[in-house]
């Protein structure tokens, strides 16, 4: 049988959550995120749910780009460019790995 989400249903995710699980799980999950900022995991595995707005950037910065701030907190950031470095504003996904992979090397 298949849920349908309703006014009353709490298991209701917000927008951008399934890219919040999927910029965790780049980063190596729960536990690997936790390290980095010297957190529990079962914090970390509470941003699947909601992302706290200090920490947009910051996961937005670990996947290079990968997962603009828009996608990971629509509500905050709700134009694509928004929170962007200046120098990725415009772009598109695939010349923000560009960039990255170049930054890197």
Do not use: C
């Not at 907190?73 to 694509?80: A, D, F, T």
């Amino acid at each position: 049988m298949e849920r349908t989400a309703t006014s009353l249903d709490t298991t209701t995710l917000p927008l951008g959550a399934d890219k919040v699980a999927r910029a965790i799980d780049s980063l190596g999950g729960d536990s690997s995120v936790a390290r980095l900022l010297n957190l529990t995991a079962w914090a970390v595995s509470k941003w699947r749910r909601r992302l706290p707005e200090r920490r947009v950037l910051w996961l937005a910065e670990r996947t290079a780009w990968k997962f603009t701030p828009h996608q990971l907190s629509p509500e905050l950031y709700p134009h694509p460019d928004d929170g962007l470095p200046v120098e990725l504003r415009g772009s598109s996904r695939a010349d923000r790995e560009s960039a990255a992979a170049t930054s890197v090397a």
